[in-house]
């Protein structure tokens, strides 16, 4: 299949950037995404211009290096897959594909696709963690889980951390990103002694690292590759004011 | 080189216990004043980085990836095994100590192996305790699965995502020592030499990915964390970054190289679908708990799965080893699919699958229940190859996914360079010839949350600390020696891309020394190599400049370590004249076509010294001794 | 946004209770209006009140946009939202004109303004005449027809604030999310039909002058 692609391309982070068009040709459907653009690359590499960057690692979907916005949706047009597990049979032949990087101001572009998302780490650092220093635990069945319990706490955990949910929203906002962690640490026995801590400090990170607010879009949820749901949001805002007014008492 | 394995001495229970009674202690006063520079961040160098600076040293932690929380171990599926026997099913520390030995055909030190089986029992509890949700039975107890190469259920999971998991639970305690100030994180930076000064590992050369600055980094120890070379084939289930550049820097500067020759070949991967594949993907080994593997009884079959009766099924794994039948170990599974498909009988549009079937699953147990136990994993497979695996069996074959070789480390998990010591995939310490499935993880956390943790205190309370900064002449040397090599590839401007080069390689390390290796077809690669890498050196065309985020630049370094380790991968199994484990000399095996192991002569492990730019490497040996395990033809049948 | 939503929401049905009244035929509406009137300084404390919520709500919508628009300073070229609402879309624009609404509105029924002629009346009871006021205003098809659309912009804001103030305040939870946007709309609607019923009433002649009843 042969394809045109609009693509991002911006030198660094101080230059402005700008979308420019390229030609892809003898396009295998059974590619992915990736394997198209380094089909792409090679080319581009071969005639003496400067390839395409772009995030990528696993390229099996867990490890959320993948930040691709195609045809503006985070992640392209199929729901619950990250851009290395899009393949080019779900585009038409001809079709024009427009790719951008996320884009939100916690978010900046590094060179053409590839962004910083180390806001994420610094909000994970705040507080998304139990504090139990290596040695300390007692055996591991002493604390018993709920199968159910376990199994909704295991749906949260399973966010990749790529940050879609923030190129997808409207507002640029981390909510899903961040409550994800949160619940996820709020349902288990093992989170509840720092739980209010955890959530006060991991909402004002957030707030301080120039993420958009939630104005309950859930595009998020549609655009998160684990599906997360967007229920994890009522849970941490449950847990957010519950422990604002604890803390003011 | 001089190989001294320091296992303490004493009965092998006590030998653990021993060896943190002898070593010596730093002063907690005194903790901080040590530098440890940690690089990477998966499993095993997240969980060292972080349990050093709970104990209050000064650590430094670099990683290629844009956040340490995206290092490969996150890919792992299936599980973590450990001794708990929480089953009753008749697990012990002994078991599972005499499984991977046995599963590691028998290549690898007791005395490790058994503090990896004691070890396992508390990575568990330190996982729950950090919040990693394992899977639950209905009454809140931890749930077991059973795995390839062990008749107990003893692995731990979480969905089909348990690396994610544990590496998540690793990453949080870390990013909680960063917040905190005692870990400085080095995020997109990759270590391109390693630096001694006087014999001993005292720093690091890194490029910062960004801004392509090349600096220097100081400390009193270095941790390699960085994960195996299957890359070297290009197509595995390794991540695009995964490299062997700083094992193999840190090779060329004096540390011994043991077994590359052990590479393991998954059995449970999605087939190659065309040239331009980039990588391939594992399915988790836990499906053949449920999943049946056959192939067709005629050659040549083109028929779809769904028409293949019954009876022209053969169920070669229940076949030939019906005590295990489809969870015989990994390199067994895979040589029975490759010989199926040398058969002639594969399945697919080039003959280069099995199947694995869950209909019999599915029928006995309800579609729910595999959905709820590998829905995620057959929802990847849907994905992948646009088939739908509850309804047709999946089609599978063996792609190189684990290296059980790798830098020297003695009990310590120090290599021969002093100061210099390396955790996880990156070592070759405890699964001999062939890791089990589930252990890897065991491994990485054994290593980074308690055995190194344990350990490095004894090395370096016998410095001064900080003695080494980086304005030491070694460190200039470093830098410069560094960005010669860069400019030197940036310079070439011929016409093939590193890509290009990398896939030439793999197919040659496939053909000639994949899954079974012949003196011929090795003598072949070791003719070859060399040719590729002097065309590399010729002509390979890197994009763009130094000074930028430049992917074509970064590939071209670690394609440019994998074309000199690529040799040294093939000479060691040209000279390991045995089949054992993952590595399958086709001269060397039974009748039946099994593996034929020569304890006489090869019972020990091959550690390669490096020489020089274009002399023949040296090759040491230590011996494998064996005193509580009866050497055994390996049988699964 | 959540909590001065749901009081504001509150009013506006409680108000629409109050404005029913015109069915029950001027003297119920008038002495409702005269009892309203007659709480004297509670009245206007509830309408302080009203009037800091309004403005509170106003300044953190103000806060939030402009946050918003900060956190994404390079646009998409091409953007494709899936889940949203045309109602969660337009929030800010349907709340800048229901604001622009109620100060007409209140320059229309509470400050008699706009229309002074038929504003200043008084009932045979010597109460204000609200219901002459009202039936007179919606019989020119222009105030009745600029009145329901205003209404359906705030049933528009209602159907996505409604439900959003669940999600915003932790109510939501699985059981409640995929029935909550149906709710939310049903909660719109009415509050839309009972508010048009009102001019729509008056201008099909279902509800007349009180002239016109003698």
């Known amino acids: 299949m042969n394809l045109v692609l609009h693509v991002w391309r911006q030198k660094n982070n101080s230059e402005k950037g700008k979308m420019v068009r390229y030609e892809a040709q003898d396009i295998n459907p059974h590619m992915s995404f990736l394997e198209m653009l380094d089909v792409v690359n090679e080319r581009l590499i071969q005639k003496g211009e400067d390839p395409v960057a772009f995030d990528h690692d696993c390229r099996e979907g867990i490890c959320g290096a993948c930040s691709l916005t195609i045809n503006g949706r985070p992640h392209g047009p199929e729901r619950g897959t990250t851009v290395c597990q899009l393949h080019m049979r779900h585009f038409k032949d001809g079709e024009e594909i427009y790719i951008e990087p996320w884009r939100a101001k916690a978010f900046p572009v590094i060179k053409d696709l590839v962004v910083a998302r180390q806001a994420f780490d610094r909000i994970i650092q705040s507080g998304g963690f139990v504090s139990v220093k290596t040695g300390s635990a007692q055996d591991a069945n002493t604390i018993l889980i709920g199968k159910d319990t376990a199994d909704k706490a295991m749906d949260a955990a399973a966010c990749i951390g790529c940050g879609a949910c923030v190129a997808a929203c409207p507002n640029a906002s981390a909510m899903l990103f961040v409550a994800a962690k949160v619940s996820h640490l709020a349902l288990m026995p093992q989170g509840q002694v720092e739980k209010q801590k955890r959530v006060l400090n991991m909402v004002r990170t957030m707030d301080n690292e120039n993420f958009g607010n939630c104005t309950n879009h859930y595009e998020c949820e549609a655009a998160c590759p684990k599906e997360i749901s967007v229920d994890f949001i009522a849970q941490m805002n449950r847990e957010y004011l519950h422990a604002s007014i604890n803390e003011k008492r | 080189m001089k190989l001294d394995a320091r296992i303490p001495a004493g009965p092998l229970a006590e030998k653990w216990d021993k060896r943190r009674f002898d070593a010596k202690l730093v002063n907690p006063a005194n903790k901080r004043k040590y530098k440890i520079i940690v690089v990477g961040t998966g499993l095993a160098g997240a969980s060292a980085a972080a349990t050093l600076a709970e104990q209050g040293f000064a650590v430094e932690s670099f990683c290629y990836q844009d956040s340490p929380r995206r290092a490969h171990s996150i890919a792992a599926q299936g599980g973590i095994n450990a001794a708990k026997n929480y089953p009753n099913d008749g697990d012990s520390v002994q078991r599972l100590f005499y499984d991977t030995v046995k599963g590691g055909d028998f290549r690898s030190r007791e005395a490790n192996v058994y503090r990896l089986a004691q070890i396992s029992s508390s990575i568990i509890d330190q996982c729950v305790a950090q919040g990693v949700p394992f899977a639950r039975e209905y009454a809140g107890y931890l749930d077991n699965r059973s795995f390839g190469g062990a008749q107990v259920s003893r692995t731990f999971y979480a969905r089909g995502q348990t690396g994610q998991q544990l590496l998540l639970g690793a990453y949080q305690a870390l990013e909680r020592q960063i917040g905190l100030g005692t870990v400085k994180m080095f995020p997109r930076t990759e270590m391109l030499d390693l630096v001694l000064v006087d014999g001993a590992a005292k720093g690091i050369t890194v490029r910062d990915m960004v801004t392509g600055q090349i600096s220097s980094y100081a400390g009193d120890a270095v941790v390699l964390a960085t994960g195996g070379y299957g890359n070297v084939f290009y197509l595995s289930t390794n991540a695009k970054g995964c490299n062997a550049t700083a094992i193999w820097r840190a090779y060329k500067k004096g540390a011994g190289f043991a077994n590359p020759c052990y590479t393991q070949i998954h059995p449970t991967c999605i087939p190659v679908s065309g040239d331009y594949q980039s990588k391939l993907t594992l399915m988790s080994e836990s499906l053949r708990n449920d999943g049946r593997v056959w192939a067709s009884k005629l050659k040549n079959d083109k028929r779809p799965p769904e028409a293949i009766p019954e009876a022209e099924r053969d169920y070669f794994l229940e076949r030939k080893y019906p005590s295990y039948g489809n969870l015989a170990p990994r390199d067994i599974s895979s040589r029975a699919a490759k010989e199926a498909c040398d058969d002639g009988r594969g399945a697919g549009e080039a003959g280069l699958g099995v199947y694995l079937d869950f209909a019999d699953a599915i029928k006995r147990l309800g579609e729910k229940t595999i959905r709820e136990k590998y829905g995620n994993l057959f929802h990847m497979y849907a994905k992948i190859t646009g088939e739908d695996p509850y309804k047709s069996p999946m089609r599978i074959y063996p792609a190189v996914h684990y290296t059980m070789g790798g830098l020297w480390v003695d009990y310590d998990l120090m290599s021969t360079v002093p100061g210099l010591f390396v955790l996880g995939e990156a070592n070759f310490s405890d699964h001999g010839a062939n890791r089990l499935g589930a252990s890897a993880l065991m491994q990485g956390l054994a290593d980074g949350y308690f055995i190194l943790p344990a350990t490095i205190a004894d090395y370096l309370a016998r410095l001064k600390p900080g003695a080494v900064k980086t304005d030491h002449a070694e460190f200039r040397k470093a830098e410069t020696q560094t960005g010669d090599l860069v400019k030197k590839m940036l310079s070439i401007n011929g016409k093939r891309t590193v890509d290009d080069f990398h896939r030439e390689l793999g197919k040659i390390m496939w053909n000639d020394c994949g899954m079974a290796r012949s003196e011929a077809s090795l003598k072949h690669a070791l003719q070859k190599i060399p040719e590729i890498r002097a065309e590399f050196w010729k002509n390979v065309k890197v994009a763009g400049a130094n000074e930028e985020l430049n992917q074509s630049l970064e590939k071209a370094g670690r394609v440019a370590d994998f074309l000199e380790f690529g040799e040294l991968l093939v000479r060691d199994a040209l000279e390991r004249r045995e089949s054992c484990g993952g590595h399958f000399r086709v001269e060397y095996q039974t009748e039946e076509g099994e593996a034929r192991r020569d304890d006489e002569n090869f019972c020990h492990s091959a550690v390669w010294e490096y020489q020089g730019e274009g002399k023949t490497p040296v090759r040491h040996q230590e011996p494998l001794i064996y005193e509580n395990v009866h050497l055994a033809a390996r049988s699964y049948k | ?214």
């Open chain 3, 1 to 214: 946004m959540a909590v001065t939503g749901l009081l504001l929401l509150g009013f506006v049905i409680a108000h629409l209770l109050g404005n029913l009244c015109v069915f029950g035929g001027p003297d119920l509406l008038n002495s409702y209006a005269y009892h309203l009137e007659g709480l004297g300084p509670l009245l206007w404390a509830a309408r302080l009140g009203l009037l800091i919520l309004v403005l509170l709500h106003i300044t953190t919508a103000v806060q939030l946009v402009l946050e918003n628009r900060k956190a994404r300073p390079v646009p998409y070229q091409r953007y494709k939202p899936v889940e949203t609402t045309y109602a969660a879309r337009t929030m800010a624009a349907s709340g800048v004109i229901v604001l622009a609404f109620i100060v007409y509105h209140l320059l229309h029924f509470t400050f008699r303004v706009t229309h002074p002629d038929i504003s200043h009346g008084l009932d045979p009871h010597g109460h204000r005449d609200v219901y002459r006021m009202v039936v007179l205003s919606f019989g020119d098809p222009r105030v009745a027809g600029g009145y329901v659309f205003a209404m359906a912009l705030l049933c528009l804001h209602l159907s996505h604030g409604f439900k959003s103030l669940f999600q915003s305040m932790g109510w939501n939870s699985i059981r409640l999310e995929p029935k909550l946007a149906g709710i939310s709309r049903l909660l719109a609607l009415l509050i839309f039909i009972g508010y048009s019923s009102i001019p729509l009433a008056v201008l099909l002649g279902f509800v007349k002058p009180a002239g016109a009843l003698s």
